[in-house]
């Protein structure tokens, strides 16, 4: 399988998996958080999937498409483990994950600080979409849509 | 459709027709030129389906994946308007042009080049495989895999 193929796959379950959660989401208060905006294409995506949500997206770098770019007050330029830490407690009722870059080694540093960062920005239930795995024992697995293979996207729930 | 869906299928898009195409393209001599090799999921494609075959790949910066990287002796790095002329003649069995951006004023400039630029590095018969639509006399439209939408992928071969 190709870096394409598996690429599509994974945009693919990115995708579904957001799909997925609609009801669950929209059953919470609070803001979704994209960490990770890049292009925007998943942005636009949740814009369209939750009409009227305040979403906050977070990156290095402003490299998002002009349509999908959100406004000034949501768009929080940083590196993230900083940047998104005054966000601690906003009782999020999702956080979109997507910054995985396809090299081990950086994955595991980023995966230092993730887990912890993403659980102080959920509400209590509030659920985790991510391209990594996330192991703490705050973020209980959810069952993925049955169209995503185990391991090519992982979902959570914030418990106590 | 949200800008995440319209990806997915403009990859999946991408994807097929490349596979659609193998066999012409196994059937035919010269090189293959990936014209704009980003993050390289394509490049690692074309190279999984055409083992042994040259591939050159031409982008203004290196930003591929370790992985993905062509050796630099096929990395031809610069404003590919300008880089590949050096290239016209080199009778490509297929050149794969990914290079739109999103922005409609941005891709008529490109359009402005690119469709001579291809001719002139394609062998007679070479195919080309595009994201954006060349018009030029030398291009007759190839028919897409059946399932890939009219307008969604754009395939051609170079007559005389
Ligand atoms: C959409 S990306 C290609 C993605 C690639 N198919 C992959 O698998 O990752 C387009 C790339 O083309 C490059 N590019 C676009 N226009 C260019 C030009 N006129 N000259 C040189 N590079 C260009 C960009 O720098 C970018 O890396
Ligand atoms: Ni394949
Ligand atoms: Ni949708």
């Given at each position: 399988m190709s870096?394409?193929?598996?690429?599509?796959?994974?945009?693919?379950?990115?995708?579904?998996?957001?799909?997925?959660?609609?009801?669950?989401?929209r059953?919470?208060?609070?803001?979704v958080l994209?960490?990770?905006?890049?292009?925007?294409?998943?942005?636009?995506?949740?814009?369209?999937?939750?009409?009227g949500?305040r979403?906050?997206?977070?990156?290095?770098?402003?490299g998002?498409h002009?349509s999908?770019t959100?406004?000034?007050?949501n768009?929080?330029v940083?590196?993230?483990?900083?940047?998104?830490?005054?966000?601690a407690?906003?009782?999020a009722?999702?956080?979109?994950?997507?910054?995985?870059?396809?090299?081990e080694?950086k994955?595991?540093?980023?995966l230092?600080?993730?887990p912890?960062?993403t659980?102080?920005?959920?509400?209590?239930?509030?659920?985790?979409?991510?391209g990594l795995e996330?192991?703490?024992?705050?973020?209980e697995s959810?069952?993925?849509?049955?169209n995503?293979?185990?391991?090519?996207?992982?979902?959570y729930?914030?418990?106590?």
């Amino acid at each position: 399988m190709s870096r394409l193929d598996s690429f599509i796959r994974r945009m693919t379950a990115q995708r579904d998996v957001l799909n997925h959660i609609g009801e669950r989401v929209r059953a919470l208060d609070g803001p979704v958080l994209e960490l990770g905006l890049g292009n925007g294409r998943t942005f636009d995506h949740l814009r369209a999937h939750f009409p009227g949500r305040r979403i906050i997206a977070f990156d290095r770098a402003v490299g998002s498409h002009k349509s999908s770019t959100p406004e000034p007050e949501n768009l929080i330029v940083g590196e993230i483990r900083e940047s998104a830490k005054p966000f601690a407690g906003i009782n999020a009722a999702l956080v979109h994950v997507d910054i995985g870059t396809g090299y081990e080694e950086k994955d595991a540093i980023t995966l230092t600080w993730l887990p912890q960062l993403t659980v102080a920005l959920l509400a209590p239930n509030g659920i985790v979409a991510s391209g990594l795995e996330l192991d703490h024992p705050q973020l209980e697995s959810l069952p993925l849509p049955h169209n995503v293979k185990k391991g090519r996207y992982f979902l959570y729930r914030r418990v106590e």
